[in-house]
């Protein structure tokens, strides 16, 4: 196990923010994955694990090790009458993982496509997108937990997943690393196109055109329409949650700005935290190296040079107007370190 010294972490997040790593290890295998935990115990540092970094923003230097995951394997485990039992280790790469199923025609993660970022960091945040969230393709997965350096099976249920949540960003937090995760997939071909804007775009489809693969096409299309490519626009996706609120106020705010954009969940409100973040004022704008994308208010972007401090400022601004026009709080979706 090789250990690196003072590490510039710029090309592992995607904001591409320079941001310098006391100790930094690429973590290949289980072994190598424990042997990283066991020199941070050992030297007393905090340790922090990364996959593509497509979810975090450095604000500043990191005082202790870096952990790149990078366990890679994928396979086919077992069979059903309906389903493929699939697997993947924690380093893999997320989209690459999609496409891999798809090809193989093992269905149910097509509108998951084009998510930047692992294997391993899909089950902490909960990932979702266009209508499916990973808890509804996930069957189980594997962690390490931390002080004992034994591996763990959690059930669906016991990763207590929700909205962007779950075991692993609560109770459980800082505890495991995920390292592998098992996706039941259908061996039938599985259209959900409930998600308002997939269905517009395939809007007049017939029925056998609607391919699993067409899904997976279009929601890319309208991935790479409204949200810039990491790799040429430093940016980390959403950078706020959408918040939850009562209907109560929801028909109260709804009185005072008709326009408001929110979707029933089973007992709340989730707004559209882009809605008022652009009727705030926000969409487009642009200081310096920071700015809020102008195709989509809920993404900050750096357009060159920005430090984590500057983005981070950035979205405070963002949260305290918000606050005051609307009165609701924005939490930001992306781990600010
Ligand atoms: N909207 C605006 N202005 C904008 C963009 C959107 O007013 O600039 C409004 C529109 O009314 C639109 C609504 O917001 O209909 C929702 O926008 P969108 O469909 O783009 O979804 P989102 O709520 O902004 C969420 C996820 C995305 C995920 C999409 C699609 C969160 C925090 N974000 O975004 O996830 O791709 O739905 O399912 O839940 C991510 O987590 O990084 C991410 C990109």
């Given at each position: 196990?090789?250990?690196?010294?003072?590490?510039?972490?710029?090309?592992?997040n995607?904001?591409?923010?320079?941001?310098?790593?006391?100790?930094f290890?690429?973590?290949?295998d289980?072994t190598?994955?424990r042997?990283?935990?066991?020199?941070?115990?050992?030297?007393?540092i905090?340790?922090?694990?990364?996959?593509?970094?497509?979810?975090?923003?450095f604000?500043?230097?990191?005082?202790?090790?870096i952990i790149?995951?990078?366990?890679?394997?994928?396979?086919?485990?077992?069979?059903?009458?309906?389903?493929?039992?699939?697997?993947?280790?924690?380093?893999?790469?997320?989209?690459?993982?999609?496409?891999?199923?798809?090809?193989?025609k093992?269905?149910g993660?097509?509108n998951?496509?084009?998510?930047?970022?692992?294997?391993?960091?899909?089950p902490?945040?909960?990932?979702g997108?266009?209508?499916?969230?990973?808890?509804?393709?996930?069957?189980?997965?594997?962690?390490?937990e931390?002080?004992?350096?034994?591996l763990?099976t959690?059930?669906?249920a016991?990763?207590?997943?929700?909205?962007?949540?779950?075991?692993?960003?609560?109770?459980l937090?800082?505890?495991?690393?995920?390292?592998s995760?098992?996706?039941?997939?259908?061996?039938?071909?599985?259209?959900?196109?409930r998600y308002?804007?997939l269905?517009?775009?395939?809007?007049?489809?017939?029925?056998?055109?609607?391919?699993?693969?067409l899904?997976?096409?279009?929601?890319?299309?309208?991935?790479r329409?409204?949200?810039?490519n990491?790799?040429?626009?430093?940016?980390?996706?959403?950078?706020f949650?959408?918040?939850e609120?009562s209907?109560e106020?929801?028909?109260?705010?709804?009185?005072e700005?008709?326009g408001?954009?929110?979707?029933?969940?089973?007992?709340?409100?989730?707004?559209?935290?882009?809605?008022?973040i652009?009727?705030?004022?926000?969409?487009?704008?642009?200081?310096?190296?920071?700015?809020?994308?102008e195709?989509?208010?809920?993404?900050?972007?750096?357009?060159?040079?920005?430090t984590?401090?500057?983005?981070?400022?950035?979205?405070?601004?963002?949260?305290?107007?918000?606050?005051?026009?609307?009165g609701?709080e924005?939490?930001?979706?992306?781990?600010?370190?």
């Open positions: 196990m090789e250990i690196l010294e003072n590490f510039n972490l710029k090309h592992f995607t904001f591409h923010v320079s941001a310098h790593g006391r100790y290890v690429n973590a290949t289980l190598c994955l042997d990283a935990l066991a020199f941070a115990n050992k030297k007393e905090p340790f922090m694990l990364i996959g593509q970094g497509s979810n975090l923003l604000k500043e230097d990191y005082p202790g090790l790149e995951i990078n366990v890679r394997g994928r396979k086919l485990i077992r069979e059903d009458d309906d389903t493929y039992f699939v697997k993947a280790r924690c380093g893999e790469n997320w989209h690459a993982f999609v496409q891999w199923c798809l090809d193989n093992f269905y993660l097509e998951l496509s084009l998510i930047p970022g692992t294997i391993g960091a899909a902490v945040q909960n990932i997108a266009y209508g499916v969230e990973l808890c509804d393709v996930m069957v189980s997965l594997d962690a390490l931390i002080a004992t350096g034994e763990k959690f059930t669906n016991e990763c207590d997943f929700s909205y962007r949540n779950s075991v692993f960003k609560q109770g937090k800082d505890q495991y690393v995920i390292y995760v098992t996706f039941g997939l259908s061996k039938k071909p599985v259209i959900n196109i308002a804007a269905a517009k775009a395939l809007e007049g489809m017939s029925l056998d055109a609607l391919t699993p693969e899904v997976s096409k279009t929601v890319c299309d309208i991935r329409s409204k949200l810039p990491p790799q040429r626009l430093g940016n980390a996706g959403s950078f949650w959408n918040p609120i209907l106020n929801y028909t109260l705010l709804q009185e700005h008709p408001i954009v929110g979707y029933p969940t089973a007992d709340k409100v989730k707004l559209a935290a882009a809605w008022l652009e009727q705030a004022g926000w969409k487009g704008y642009r200081e310096g190296d920071v700015g809020v994308h195709d989509h208010a809920l993404v900050l972007v750096n357009y060159g040079q920005a984590g401090a500057e983005l981070v400022d950035l979205s405070r601004r963002i949260q305290a107007s918000v606050k005051e026009k609307y609701i924005l939490m930001p979706e992306v781990r600010i370190i």
